[in-house]
């Protein structure tokens, strides 16, 4: 059986070499017929640490790596472009201290 191939966005990088991705998915809903958004969340290994919060990445299945890891990064699609505000707030200042 071939590997499953999902895109997804990261919502969590606290942990070393793991992300927790979100995959979402439509889903119908059997009384009312109804598409309703949903979402699948899945840990990826991630072991260059490439990935950020909200990157989108493109990830493919694998064997387990730990009790929750079943997903490998693949590769980075987009970078996020949010912007950390208190990072920089915290860089503007040290910059008005310094000249």
Same mark, same amino acid.
């Given at each position: 059986? #071939?590997?499953?191939?999902?895109?997804? /966005?990261?919502?969590?990088?606290?942990?070393?070499?793991?992300?927790?991705? @979100?995959?979402?998915?439509? /889903?119908?809903?059997?009384?009312?017929?109804?598409?309703?958004?949903?979402?699948? /969340?899945?840990? /990826?290994?991630?072991?260059?640490? +490439?990935?950020?919060?909200?990157?989108?990445?493109?990830?493919? @299945?694998?064997? #387990?790596?730990?009790?929750?890891?079943?997903? @490998?990064?693949?590769?980075?699609?987009?970078?996020?472009? @949010?912007?950390?505000?208190?990072?920089?707030?915290? +860089?503007?200042? +040290?910059?008005?201290?310094?000249?």
């Amino acid at each position: 059986m #071939p590997k499953r191939v999902v895109v997804g /966005v990261v919502t969590s990088d606290k942990m070393d070499k793991t992300r927790r991705v @979100e995959v979402p998915r439509l /889903v119908k809903h059997p009384k009312y017929k109804k598409y309703i958004r949903r979402k699948t /969340v899945c840990f /990826v290994h991630d072991e260059e640490n +490439a990935s950020g919060r909200g990157d989108t990445v493109e990830i493919i @299945e694998c064997r #387990p790596r730990s009790k929750k890891k079943r997903w @490998e990064l693949v590769r980075v699609i987009e970078k996020s472009r @949010e912007v950390d505000i208190a990072a920089l707030r915290a +860089a503007q200042r +040290a910059a008005a201290t310094e000249g």
